[in-house]
């Protein structure tokens, strides 16, 4: 057997220090622990600022350095991690010309997704939405910010899907994993505010009205970039 294969499967067994099991799914190991990677620090389980070891995240993952290795290159590339001299992987903080620049795309992309989606939604795709809201006004309730943050983006991703636009579609993702981040860092205490404002883009989209929808979601990616420029430390 090769020992390499052999020493994978063994790391496939092993259980994250979050609870996580990596290797629990039909993926390669790499993969999980990227994914892994990814989402501890757009939940901000890894803070922007704190420095993150291939030694660290072996130990917290259960896994050899090499996939935490390979990883760290993704997510530096993706623009969640920095390389610092003498420190090395670093948790990027995000400075006000980044979160401006994410916000103008963001806004181009969704205005232009709810106009399309208030034009192609069926009952079925507007009782989907529906749902959403609706857990997301619980998790609100609740104070339950994480789920919040990704019930937001599940919101979005879904109206881009219901746009059957599948230019937006293939864009979205790397946009939404910055977007969902953003949220965590400083913009969840917008969450009363971001479930309102959903409510009247979904209104516009069950209504078939392409006009108001695009409005909604201008008045929502506006608010959302006032609430996340506030937030950063542009020092």
């Known amino acids: 057997m090769d020992i390499a294969a052999a020493d994978e499967r063994r790391e496939c067994a092993m259980v994250t220090g979050m609870g996580h099991t990596i290797g629990s799914q039909h993926l390669a ?109 619980v998790a609100t309730e609740q104070d339950d910010l994480s789920r919040v943050a990704q019930l937001n983006t599940d919101l979005h991703l879904r109206v881009i899907e219901i746009s059957g636009n599948r230019w937006l579609s293939s864009i979205s993702a790397a946009l939404y994993l910055h977007v969902h981040w953003i949220f965590r860092i400083g913009a969840a205490h917008r969450a009363p505010h971001s479930w309102r404002e959903h409510i009247r883009l979904v209104d516009a989209i069950a209504a078939g009205d392409p006009d108001e929808a695009e409005a909604a979601a201008h008045a929502h990616v506006a608010a959302a ?7 950063v430390d542009d020092d």
């Open 29 to 137: 190991l790499r993969e999980q622990v990227l994914a892994e990677l990814r989402r501890r620090i757009v939940d901000g389980d890894y803070p922007p600022g704190q420095r993150l070891t291939e030694e660290r995240l072996a130990a917290d993952f259960g896994v050899s350095r090499n996939p935490v290795r390979e990883a760290l290159r993704v997510v530096e590339a993706d623009g969640l991690v920095t390389m610092v001299p003498r420190k090395g992987a670093v948790v990027a903080t995000p400075d006000a010309s980044t979160v401006a620049d994410l916000f103008a795309v963001r806004s181009s992309l969704e205005t232009v997704a709810a106009r399309m989606a208030a034009e192609r939604a069926t009952a079925q795709d507007v009782a989907a939405l529906r749902s959403l809201l609706d857990d997301a006004r």
């Open 225 to 231: 970039a006032r609430a996340a420029l506030d937030n």
